[in-house]
């Protein structure tokens, strides 16, 4: 049997903790290909890279390329991927052992009786080691556990509560058959991943395990709320690109739990780009408005049912109508209310 699984692991400057996630990605053994993607570093992260190359040959494998970003990363992990199953580890993270072993298990399972679902789901937990907290998200009232099912048997999703890449271990020829290419120099790329390959996705299987631990409370994190707010023509973008990827007619003939999901799902991204780009203050408050006004013009002209949904049936609808300087005020309550509920800002 070949690779089962193939991590990718796309590094910038991470040689303070790169160590760590790759360990934790060693523990599947021969089972598992490890890409790790030195993206134009400038610190010893290509050195360590290779240092793991030349200690296991056969599972780790160092791609040196010039900086592209995150999303660059990804792609080049896919073209380079030989396990059946992909997944994206970014380096300031890790997984957990023995919920990796357990994946494995229940992977060979599959494997020995031709039952490999398109998609493989787990938890995943943000771990904030600052105040020595963990807060984690699991799907036990979405999906039923411990078997094969369809989309029809998931249940719906609320409020802020969607998948991410974190919880995602997909097959990596159905990656390649979405035609998956993400974009470069451009953070929040992972909701791409995690939206644009869905309706190639047949056959699903839930783990109830903590598989992936997401580290969070450093300054310099693209998911810091500063760092959001600062890049919001960036979080515009990636919701300008998944809007693209499938028309709203397109989402109406899809199975009717998927098209549900797929239609929370940019329901939650849209509202992000609108609270994120009214948040900022100071000079550039005009810019905003203006890049507000472009984001719901763009969306107009490229699909009008898609923009009467977004605009008028979406959660952020409840703030369209008001004044900017309003809209400031209330996405910004909205925005610590669900960090507070979710425990992760």
Known sequence: MGKLLTF????????????????TLLTAGEEAQVVIVDDGSSDETGAIADEYAVRYPSIVEVVHKENGGHGSGVNVGLERARGL?????????????????????VMRG??????????????????KPSVAARFPRRYPKNFPKGKIFGWEETKPFYFS??????????????????????PEHSYYVDNIFAYQPLPYVRTLYYLDVDLYRYYIGREDQSVS????????KQQVGVTDIMIRCHRYADLQKLPPRLKKYMKHDLNVL??????????G???DVKERKAELK?????IKEEDREMYRFLRYRCYIATVNWMPFSWQRFFTTLGYYYFSKKLNCS
């Not at 992909?86 to 298990?105: F, G, H, I, M, T």
């Not at 031709?114 to 789901?121: E, I, N, W």
């Not at 472009?294 to 763009?298: F, G, T």
């Open 8 to 23: 990718a692991v796309p590094c910038y400057n991470s040689a303070e903790y790169m160590r760590s996630c790759i360990d």
């Open 85 to 105: 199953y992909y997944k994206v580890v970014d380096s300031d993270d890790r997984l957990d052992p023995d919920a990796l072993a357990e994946l494995l298990r």
């Open 110 to 127: 599959h494997v020995a009786a031709d039952t490999l679902p398109d998609l493989y789901l787990t938890n995943f937990v943000y771990e």
């Open 161 to 182: 509560n969607v998948l991410l890449m974190h919880s995602m271990v997909m097959r990596t020829q159905l990656l390649r058959d979405a035609g998956l290419r993400l």
């Open 225 to 232: 709320r500063r760092n959001i707010v600062a890049r919001y």
């Open 270 to 279: 849209i509202t992000l780009s609108v609270m994120f780009t009214t948040g």
């Open 281 to 283: 203050r100071g000079e």
């Open 294 to 298: 472009r984001m719901w013009r763009s």
